[in-house]
């Protein structure tokens, strides 16, 4: 014999519910190395996979944003690998480059963190996906994260 639904399910009432901008705000990881990440940072745009509209595209008004930095520079930059700025998207959508032909960015607010290095969080950003450049962040892992740029996180640091 079954037993009442009521017997089983708890209250609704008492059942804490996730507010709207904690269901809909997701964390994104772009790949870029500190001196492109830092042309986004002057400009305050974040573009993602050389312009590419999708990534950019699936980011909505209040998503946070981690920049990982695998060198200081492209091509041929000393190795980083550490996240190194961090912000908000901004823009209602993508818009064309003005830094890359054909290319799509996305207007944000981003400041530069001391660099937080990949083996502080290691535990938390999925390796075998910094290579793709860009990705969404698990909700738990992204706190994580944030907690340890809040902790960490000075004044930002001249560009």
Known sequence: M????SDTCP???????PTLSAMSTRTWVLVASRDHARRGLDGGFVMANHGKRAPVARMGVGDRILIYSPTTAYPKGEPLRAITIVGEVTGEGPEPSTVLEGGFRRAATLREI??????????????AKIRFGFFELPAGDA?????LVDQRDGPPLPS
């Open 11 to 17: 209250d609704p009432v008492s059942v804490p519910r």
């Open 114 to 127: 001391e660099p937080v290095p990949l083996a502080d969080v290691r535990d938390h950003l999925p390796t």
């Open 143 to 147: 706190e994580a994260i944030w907690a």
């Open 2 to 5: 079954r037993g009442n639904i």
